[in-house]
């Protein structure tokens, strides 16, 4: 996604966030007395996991980049014992008395007993059971391939139909998400027995179910958070409502009736595979073609032909070439396209006092789709172990969404080398969206300033078109996006909490994405269909709510930044790119991880302790204004089938 959003701190089913993993502690009953002290047990845990993390994540980095029976049975494996480790973790934390405690352990204590992504069973049979489900939805997802008479098309085959909405009709543009959609049917199973497996591991950590579990992770009850995300939400859905009713209204004056359902926007024609960017439709939406070029995607595809051109002329031209040579040459210029692009976004980081990444980043990364095996394309970024080891998973191609993606991903990447002075078990974010906005705070500075100082657009003019344009291309990422990172937990809290039952998986699915997003299929999805399936995260296993609240936190950190770097005038014209007071203030900020509650780490950078969706209003104030001009008289909001 700009958002491969999706992602992504590390893409394991794992969740390693929480991991402690090493020989199992003694299994206690509830009423035992610890042979530790807590400082002692804490000692233990963050020992174990400093020895342990660089097995585990090296097993999960095989498996999702050499996909098959061996790297899936390995990474199973690790799975297993690690999960294993961290139940005996768990049972021996909940024996502490945690106000008994100095405030150091009393967190970690607190942070072991809530921080698994995936509960799981004590039954060592239902331990392997789940794990091996888990490894092989994800190896499932990174295999997914639409075949039409032999001809097989991966994701990123598909995404690119998608993302050409001039170039495919609207039936080839239907029929390729169609087909990635098939996918996921497979895993419906599957899935269901994981929804069972890890919700009795929650029982067993003494919550209601593994939603509940993740909700427990935000330093507030569990049954607080949901209300909190909703009041964000309240605050920006009449933003979103206006870019809706305005994108809408494009996509029925070029597809006349056919480019709405209801008044829902078709799934299949957002240019993206599961509607939460819209960037692709810039082409159809742009507010004011004149008003100067923010085509990235054309400039960074200009520069990778410019390179390979070079490298053919260097080879004494094509004709020389033979077949395999000119495929050989053109995947080097690829690789070699994608480090410029991510020491591209480097520079921004570096620019602002941050550390340069070590060169084994660049050697050990996956930067480019390999040509021999099957690999999970989904962009992560991963700690290989807890000393500042660091790599990132992408299938990078010269386009604006891959570019940003590498800022975001590299923001995960830096907030790792910040916090790796930290204990392991306070080596993560502030809350799990802290780790998603650090990257995307850094996206909001890409201005068509900054753009045009590193050559990717023309100079800016200096107009109120010009800002209306930058506006509309930020808000079809991040406006657009709003809605999608709340409903996929929406769904997941549901069918934990058995409030949506097997039998109703996809038509509850399509229920949210129609009340949050505004999105239909033009077809019905029926229950022969597992829809959630064909996004990553699901059979991932990574939680997404954190997506949605980094969409409101980052608008906080960019005008904390923004006013460390002595910024003035209106905020979506602030740039803090090479503002070392700003970079202080962000390191700091990323230095502490998770060993204080995030609403302290909060009010260190912002000055407050609440989340808050009023920096979102600021910074879109002018295109607010604007929408609601151009969609005076229309029928805006849409009716949900069933409502």
């Not at 992504?8 to 009423?31: E, F």
């Amino acid at each position: 996604m700009k958002y491969h959003r999706a992602l992504l701190a590390l893409a394991v089913s794992a969740g390693l966030s929480g991991l402690a993993a090493c020989t199992p502690a003694d299994d206690k009953s509830a009423d035992a007395r610890p042979a530790e002290s807590a400082d002692e047990f804490i000692a233990r845990v963050n020992k174990t996991q400093k020895e342990m993390t660089p097995e585990i994540t090296s097993a999960f980095w095989l498996s999702s980049t050499y996909i098959n029976a061996d790297s899936q049975r390995v990474a199973a494996a690790a799975n297993e014992r690690a999960l294993a480790t961290t139940n005996g973790f768990i049972e021996q934390a909940k024996l502490y008395d945690v106000s008994a405690q100095k405030p150091e352990t009393a967190r970690a204590l607190t942070l072991i007993k809530v921080g698994a992504s995936m509960p799981a069973p004590r039954d060592p049979a239902k331990l392997k059971e789940l794990t091996t489900i888990a490894s092989g939805m994800e190896a499932a997802y990174g295999a997914g391939k639409w075949c039409v008479d032999g001809d097989c098309k991966d994701i990123g085959q598909i995404t690119d139909i998608l993302a050409d909405i001039e170039g495919h009709s609207y039936d080839q543009l239907k029929a390729a998400w169609e087909g990635w959609h098939t996918i996921s049917i497979p895993m419906r199973k599957d899935y269901q027995r994981f929804v069972e497996l890890t919700n009795e591991g929650a029982r067993e950590m003494g919550y209601a179910n593994t939603g509940e579990v993740w909700r427990a992770g935000y330093d507030m009850p569990a049954e607080d958070f949901q209300a909190e995300a909703d009041r964000l939400w309240g605050q920006v859905e009449p933003l979103y409502e206006q870019l809706h009713c305005y994108v809408r209204g494009k996509l029925e004056d070029r597809y006349g009736e056919r480019g709405q359902v209801d008044g829902m926007i078709p799934a299949h024609l957002t240019g993206n595979l599961w509607q939460q960017d819209w960037s692709n439709l810039w082409p159809l939406v742009q507010p004011y073609p004149d008003a100067g070029s923010l085509d990235i995607s054309a400039a960074l595809k200009k520069q990778r032909d410019a390179l390979l051109a070079e490298m053919v002329a260097e080879a004494g031209g094509m004709s020389k070439l033979t077949a395999a040579e000119q495929v050989e040459l053109e995947r080097k210029a690829d690789r070699e396209m994608a480090v410029r692009m991510t020491k591209l976004a480097e520079s921004f980081y570096t620019g602002l006092g941050m550390p340069a990444l070590p060169e084994s980043f660049y050697t050990d990364s996956m930067l480019i789709q390999p040509r021999d095996r099957d690999v999970v394309c989904h962009a992560s970024a991963w700690p290989m172990n807890t000393e500042g080891e660091v790599r990132i998973k992408m299938c990078i191609k010269p386009t604006e969404e891959e570019l940003t993606t590498i800022y975001h991903e590299l923001g995960h990447i830096y907030y790792y080398l910040a916090y790796k002075s930290q204990p392991p078990v306070f080596q993560n974010g502030a809350h799990d969206g802290f780790h998603e906005a650090i990257g995307d705070t850094i996206v909001l500075s890409m201005t068509p300033e900054y753009l045009a100082s590193i050559g990717l657009v023309d100079k800016p003019l200096l107009s109120q078109e010009a800002v209306i344009n930058a506006q509309m291309r930020m808000a079809l990422s991040k406006v657009a996006f709003m809605p999608f990172g709340l409903l996929i937990d929406r769904w997941r809290w549901g069918v934990f909490d058995g409030s949506i039952s097997p039998e109703n998986y996809n038509r509850a699915w399509w229920e949210l994405k129609a009340k949050y997003q505004g999105v239909a299929p033009v077809e019905p999805r029926g229950e022969e269909f597992f829809d959630p399936g064909a996004k990553y995260h699901v059979p991932g296993n990574t939680p997404y709510t954190r997506y949605f609240l980094s969409h409101v936190l980052q608008f906080q950190f960019y005008k904390a930044l923004c006013d460390a770097a002595g910024h003035e005038g209106p905020l979506y014209t602030c740039n803090f790119a090479n503002s070392s007071e700003a970079g202080k203030r962000y390191w700091a900020m990323m230095e502490r991880g998770a060993s204080q509650p995030w609403q302290q780490t909060l009010r260190e950078l912002t000055g407050g302790e609440q989340m808050d969706a009023s920096a979102v209003l600021e910074y879109f104030q002018p295109l607010q204004t604007w929408l609601q001009e151009q969609n005076q008289g229309k029928d805006c909001g849409w009716m949900p089938a069933g409502s």
